[in-house]
Structures are given as C-alpha cells and as structure tokens.
C-alpha cells in the first residue's frame, strides 16, 4: 500500500487539470491562428537612405520631414482645441482625492475654463502676457500643472519647469538666467525658495499649489519682498477679470527646458510650439498604422512633466482627445491607480517594467504547476510573437495571462519606453503576457523628445526604430574613437522642424551643439542595422546610465575614487540593463606593499596580492569611504572591484598618448572581469 502512494504521489491534480488546458489550448491554437499584422513599412527595410548617410523615415512623403499633422494644429494652444472637438467635449484630466478614492473628471471645456481663468488672474497680478515672461514651475505631476501650462499656451507665456534634482545652486542659475519673476509651485517648495531670494533678485511672486502656506512662511515671504498667491486666488481673479488670449505662433517659444546634465550648471534648451509639434506629429504618424488614437485611449501621467517626454506624450494625449488620469501622490501606490483608471497607453521606463516582470516572475516561480504552466503558455505565444502577431484574445490568455494584465488595468494596447535600454527578455514578457505593442523611442530634449522609434508591428529587438518622419539623422565619423560613418556608425546627428535653435543665452555650449550645417550633434555614438534601425552602442564622451535611468559620469567617478592611496588607475564600467557599477583597479605597487607587510603578507610579490580576496577587500572599503567621504552617490561607486597588476599604459593600447583612457579598449580587454563581476551581484 505505502509504494502504490510512494509510486503515485508525483501525480498532482492540478497537474492533470493543467494538461487538459494544454490540449485545449493546442486545439484552439490550431483553430485561431492569426496572420502577420501587415503595414506599408517592410520590417526588413525600414528607412529610406539619402545621400551623405542621412535616413529618413518611409512615411515621409516625397522625401519631406512632417512639420504638422493637422493644419488646425500648429500651436500646441491649437491642439488643444483641437481635441476637445474630436472628443465632443469628453473626459480630459482625472484625479483622485484619496488613494482609495475613484477617478474624477474635468471635460476639456473645463479645462479650458480653469486654463483661461488662470491665464487671466496671472495678468491681473501684474504677470504680463507674451513672450518676455518667462513662468516658473515647481511641482510634481497634478491637474495644476497642466493649468499652468495651457494657460501659457493661451497667453503666450514660456514655461520654465524646475525639480529638486537640479540642486538649490542650480535652482538660482535658472531663476537668474530666465530673469523669472513668479514662480508657481508646492506649498512645500515655499521655504527653500524664500531662502533663495537673496540671490535671484527678479523672483518676486509665488503662486502655492496645495496645502496652506504657514504664518511663519508668509512672513519670512514678506521680510524678503515676495508676494504670495494660492493658484485659487489667481484663478478667481481671472473668473472676475477675463483677459483676452495672447494666441502664440509656432515660431513662439513654449518652453526653456533645463537638462539636468552630470556636471556643472544646467543648459536652458529652447523650444517652440513649431518644435514641440513637429515632435508629437512625427510619433503620431509613426505609429498610426498600427495604433489609431482616439477618445476611447487614456494616459497615465506620473513621469515628471518637468521633462519633455511627458510633456510631449500629453500633447499627443490633447491633440487627439484622449484623457489623462495623474498618479495620486506617490510611485508606491502607482500600480493601484493604474488598476482604477485601466489605461490603454502606458508611457514608462525600464527600472518600472523591469520591476513589474520581476513580481510576476517571482509569483510564478513560486509554484511548480504554476511555472509549467506559464512556460508551456509562454513559448506558445512567443511563437506568435516572433512572427509578428500580437492578441490578447487567445486560450492562453484567458488561462494564464489575464490576471497578469489586471496588474496593468487589462486595457493597455501600447507601452512606450525610453531613457534607457530594455532588455529583449523584459520587450518579449510584456509582448506575450500583456498582448500589446511596445515601443522604444530614442531622443533628447534637443529634439523636443524621441526622433527615433521602433514600429508597434516590429517585434525585435536590440534597437531603437528608424527615425520618426519629422527627423532626419545620420551617423558621422569620431575617428578617436574608431567610429566611421562609412561603416554605418558614429555620432548620432539630428535635423528637422523638432529641433531645438540652441541654449538658452549660451552661444558657445550652442555652436558645440549645432553644426554649420544645422545638424544638432546627440554626444550618442549609433549604429545602423540591416533592416534600416538605429542601435544605440555607446557614448562620446562616456557618459553612460544605469538601468534606473540615471547618468554616470566615469571620468568623475575615477577622479575621486583614485584619492584612495591604494588606486593608482581605475576604469569605471556600467551596463545600461544592470542597476550599479563595477570597476577595473590597478593598485599602487608602493602603498599596497607596505600594506602587505604590516598585515602577515609581506612574502607575497605583487602580482599574488592583487588576486588576494582579503586585499581587494580592504581596497574597496577604502574607496568606498573615499566616494561617500567626497559626495559620490551610492549609486556611482561601483559595487565590485577587480584588481590588476597591468597598468594601463600607451604600450597596451588603454591609453591615448596624452594618457587618456581609451574606455572601448579597456571595456573590450577586461569584459570577462566585468561578466564575473556582474554575475556576483543582483540582477
């Protein structure tokens, strides 16, 4: 009796229920087999090549870049009232009062109602409309925010966002260069700006979004000469004093957008309506083929509009009447608001779909049944997958990957990302389980935003897309590097109506910038594919970011860590789809001996002791408290190490001969280091 159940307890249940499903799902397989969704763009070819190397995309017609999709939008005040007709005045921007509350509404003439009010009260504050007035803008994504910048659509005025990653020194260098006058932010911000005034002399006006500014504070505004305003202040002074709309032209400039950059002060980047137009109506177009827009679509905004991606995803949310819907409050509650508002566009970024797979992977791997299960459904819809179907009406989904698409809502049809790369395993797992386009768009805020994107119908990876039809982009020699146009690599080069005409009051960091040919140069080094897409391969000056979208700068990092006695040489590496650094070090012979001789290892040579584990111990503890010591973020110093006896030198070809690195030979020498390394760390 005990070997009969010894014999049959390997058989589960679930196991045979599991099976059952399987032939079921074999046969409705079998019976709902889908074709290749098909487009005008061949997926082995997708765009045109003109001469000099510049490509183009294929739904540029006669060769032509696309400045405006619709002639009644050319301003972004246009594309607003463009969208409240083809939505017939629907739902335009959702919020929730509490974190366990629904979402609530305000219709686009609303919204244009509260836009003008707010427009209005601004001039009524001595706020003067047009384009001398340059508007502040201190606060994470809400309703107000986009208030505030439609209002500015309407008046003319030119947005300046401002966020706390920039620093207070770099606050002050915006306020001072913008010469702004009124800045509209949180009630939290309030104190850090009074405390600012000493140094920006043109800051006179604070408008508070939020809670009530307290006594304290509105005192210390007064003893400095700041006048402050509650938004709803402003926009009952506009409901009682209307003003007339400054109308804007696409040759107006709609925002100073401030890029963060790694060192030094931040650069004001110059952007019209025209620009910021050509950049949604170049994605819009892209993508229309597979992805038609309309009313029924919803956003969900919680990447930071002080950034032109988000601001350029809601210029195509208003120019075609979708809706929008904020995050309340904070990313850790981000999943649940997406679960009420089910979106059916999720803009995003690696480190967050990284995160989401890595739930639902965990939760699967849980369980052995569970595991064969998804496996067994997996590779059965990876198949389709790969031959460029995508669904999410087949067997499996109703078995296997409905739940997880709940995770998202269950509606999303399109997943944007960008800011960093996307691993092909992460693209696929979203492919397959939530049955839905997605894309990866490439660009910089010099471009207005993305001028590279892949096809919704393309379903490989490992590149970012042919350019969008309002871009062109070309590839150009850095010898220093090796890297030659004539081999279909180099420096990225954009040109079009979505290019930025330069930095603000920065002539010089402008002619770096633009060529005399008007080609905007990206610092990006780029590679063509056979089928006519852009990949991404390195830096030109090697900047590099980490899987959460942060940028490092390793000649920095270098620098400080090499304060360490025991650092003669370093080399700082960092992959794009990991979340940390590791490094290569060559130790100083002299300090390192002595070193050894007063702890028990002085017969050891050289050579031995940098492949001693207690040595490169002691070696990173002390370049760690070096970096922690001089301000390097936890995330710059590298979280391994492997030493080396070999300096670098001209003779082996890791130095140039004025003994600059050369990081393309260091990261080809010591790539098996760096493999070790990475696999020793979390994922």
Request: glycine residues 8%.
């Amino acid at each position: 009796m005990a070997e009969k159940e010894e014999g049959s307890s390997w058989i589960d249940p679930s196991l045979l229920v599991g099976l059952g499903l399987v032939a079921a799902g074999a046969i409705y397989y079998l019976a709902s087999r889908r074709e290749r969704e098909r487009i005008s763009v061949p997926i082995d070819n997708q765009s045109i090549e003109l001469p000099g190397g510049v490509r183009i995309s294929r739904y540029c017609v006669n060769e032509e870049l696309l400045a405006y999709k619709y002639e009644d939008s050319r301003t972004l005040y246009e594309a607003f009232m463009r969208g409240k007709r083809v939505s017939n005045d629907g739902h335009c921007l959702g919020w929730r009062e509490t974190k366990t509350s629904p979402y609530q509404w305000l219709t686009y003439s609303e919204v244009e109602e509260r836009f003008m009010n707010f427009g209005s009260g601004l001039s009524k504050i001595g706020v003067a409309a047009g384009q001398e007035t340059f508007l502040g803008v201190y606060s994470s994504n809400c309703i107000e925010w986009t208030i505030i910048e439609q209002s500015c659509h309407a008046y003319s005025r030119i947005v300046v966002a401002l966020y706390d990653t920039l620093g207070p020194e770099a606050v002050a260098h915006i306020i001072n260069q913008a010469a702004i006058e009124c800045i509209v932010c949180h009630s939290s911000k309030v104190s850090g700006l009074i405390s600012q005034v000493s140094n920006c002399p043109s800051l006179k006006k604070l408008i508070t979004i939020g809670s009530e500014v307290s006594e304290d504070e509105k005192k210390a505004a007064a003893d400095v000469g700041l006048e402050l305003f509650t938004f709803q202040e402003v926009e009952e002074q506009g409901k009682e004093h209307r003003a007339e709309p400054v109308l804007p032209t696409p040759n107006d400039i709609t925002t100073i957008c401030y890029t963060s950059g790694t060192t030094g002060l931040p650069k004001g980047v110059i952007l019209t309506h025209g620009n910021v137009i050509a950049n949604v109506s170049g994605m819009c177009k892209h993508i229309e083929e597979s992805i038609v827009l309309s009313p029924s679509d919803c956003h969900i905004s919680f990447l930071p509009l002080a950034h032109m991606m988000e601001r350029c995803v809601q210029a195509i949310v208003f120019m075609n009447g979708l809706k929008l819907g904020y995050m309340f409050g904070d990313i850790k509650n981000l999943v649940n608001d997406i679960q009420v508002l089910k979106p059916t566009i999720f803009i995003s970024v690696p480190r967050l779909l990284n995160r989401i797979y890595d739930k639902v992977l965990s939760g699967v791997n849980s369980n052995k049944t569970k595991k064969w299960l998804f496996d067994t459904a997996f590779k059965s819809k990876l198949s389709e997958v790969k031959r460029g179907i995508l669904r999410r009406d087949s067997i499996w989904d109703y078995i296997v990957f409905g739940n997880i698409q709940k995770l998202l809502g269950g509606n999303v049809r399109l997943i944007i990302t960008g800011s960093a790369p996307i691993s092909e395993r992460v693209v696929y797992f979203y492919q397959v389980a939530f049955g839905c386009y997605i894309v990866e768009g490439y660009g910089q805020t010099e471009t207005s935003s993305g001028c590279t994107m892949s096809l919704p119908a393309d379903t490989t990876c490992g590149h970012v897309g042919p350019p969008v039809p309002s871009a062109k982009v070309k590839v150009v020699d850095v010898p220093d590097l090796n890297y030659f146009a004539s081999n279909g690599e180099g420096e990225i080069c954009f040109k079009g109506p979505s290019c930025t005409s330069g930095y603000f009051k920065e002539e010089e960091k402008t002619k770096a910038l633009i060529d005399e040919d008007g080609w905007v140069h990206s610092g990006d080094i780029g590679k063509w594919l056979p089928n006519g897409t852009l990949k991404i391969t390195d830096r030109v000056k090697h900047i590099f970011k980490l899987s959460q979208g942060l940028y490092i700068a390793p000649e920095k990092v270098e620098n400080v860590c090499s304060r360490s006695p025991f650092i003669a040489q370093m080399f700082l590496y960092g992959d794009s789809l990991r979340s940390s650094c590791v490094a290569i070090v060559v130790p100083d012979e002299e300090v390192l001996m002595q070193w050894a001789g007063e702890h028990d290892k002085g017969g050891k040579s050289f050579e031995e002791l940098c492949t001693d584990e207690e040595v490169k111990k002691a070696i990173f503890e002390d370049l760690y408290n070096v970096g922690k010591r001089d301000g390097l973020s936890s995330l710059e110093i590298p979280k391994a190490i492997e030493l080396t006896s070999t300096a670098f030198s001209v003779e082996n070809d890791l130095l140039t001969p004025t003994f600059k690195l050369k990081r393309p030979a260091a990261r080809t020498k010591y790539m098996p280091d760096i493999v070790e390394m990475y696999s020793q760390l979390p994922a």
